[in-house]
């Protein structure tokens, strides 16, 4: 370096000026990811829903086709209850998925019931035993939806729709079964529903 020639360097206000504006792009690329990762966990989420209608469609939809009904046969069953605010429960023999598999000729008897929870929303549960004489324990109890703001279940047999069923006093099993369910997600229902016929209702 030439004698008499200054070594250039930054001065304090030139760092603190650097230091803020670094401090500025990180807060901005924070934001961004921050946002980003909201928006992912938000769509992750609402996805977990629609998986849990789907699923639940699917596997009941699945047991009302294969539901196995005869009169007096008190190991099966086809009842749909309701309280005075909406759907309660249904409970149903199967032959349908696993009572096959398992070799069970008389098949499964499921019970889906709607449980409160605190405030309005409700919790949907699924209840399965073996029609194998006298049960052994309680049956197995699943949980298949919360945050459940409706649900609504009717039946449709000789040109009318009804609010309950219960086979033994209808001496049969309905022709159609609607379901109809409200998801609560942030605030907004997310709907669902579906119409599933029964093939052993010989309507």
């Given at each position: 370096?030439?004698?008499?020639e200054k070594q250039q360097g930054f001065t304090l206000v030139e760092v603190v000026i650097a230091v803020a504006i670094a401090a500025f792009l990180m807060t901005i690329v924070y934001?961004?990811?921050?946002?980003?990762?909201?928006?992912?966990?938000?769509?992750?989420?609402?996805?977990?829903?629609?998986?849990?209608?789907?699923?639940?469609?699917?596997?009941?939809?699945?047991?009302?086709?294969?539901?196995?009904?005869?009169?007096?046969?008190?190991?099966?069953?086809?009842?749909?209850?309701?309280?005075?605010?909406?759907?309660?429960?249904?409970?149903?023999?199967?032959?349908?998925?696993?009572?096959?598999?398992?070799?069970?000729?008389?098949?499964?008897?499921?019970?889906?019931?709607?449980?409160?929870?605190?405030?309005?929303?409700?919790?949907?549960?699924?209840?399965?035993?073996?029609?194998?004489?006298?049960?052994?324990?309680?049956?197995?109890?699943?949980?298949?939806?919360?945050?459940?703001?409706?649900?609504?279940?009717?039946?449709?047999?000789?040109?009318?729709?009804?609010?309950?069923?219960?086979?033994?006093?209808?001496?049969?099993?309905?022709?159609?079964?609607?379901?109809?369910?409200?998801?609560?997600?942030?605030?907004?229902?997310?709907?669902?529903?579906?119409?599933?016929?029964?093939?052993?209702?010989?309507?």
């Open positions: 370096m030439p004698m008499g934001s961004v990811f921050s946002s980003t990762t909201q928006a992912r966990t938000r769509a992750e989420e609402s996805s977990s829903r629609f998986q849990q209608a789907r699923v639940f469609f699917q596997r009941l939809s699945r047991e009302l086709r294969g539901s196995n009904w005869s009169a007096g046969d008190e190991t099966t069953a086809f009842t749909v209850t309701r309280e005075a605010d909406g759907f309660k429960e249904i409970i149903l023999t199967t032959l349908a998925g696993a009572a096959l598999r398992s070799g069970q000729a008389d098949g499964t008897t499921v019970r889906y019931v709607l449980e409160k929870d605190n405030g309005d929303l409700r919790t949907l549960y699924r209840l399965i035993s073996n029609n194998q004489g006298s049960a052994v324990g309680e049956p197995e109890k699943y949980t298949i939806i919360s945050d459940i703001a409706e649900l609504g279940m009717r039946v449709f047999n000789n040109g009318a729709w009804f609010e309950t069923w219960n086979a033994e006093d209808e001496k049969r099993l309905p022709k159609l079964v609607e379901i109809t369910l409200k998801i609560r997600y942030e605030g907004r229902d997310l709907a669902f529903s579906t119409t599933v016929d029964i093939p052993m209702s010989g309507g």
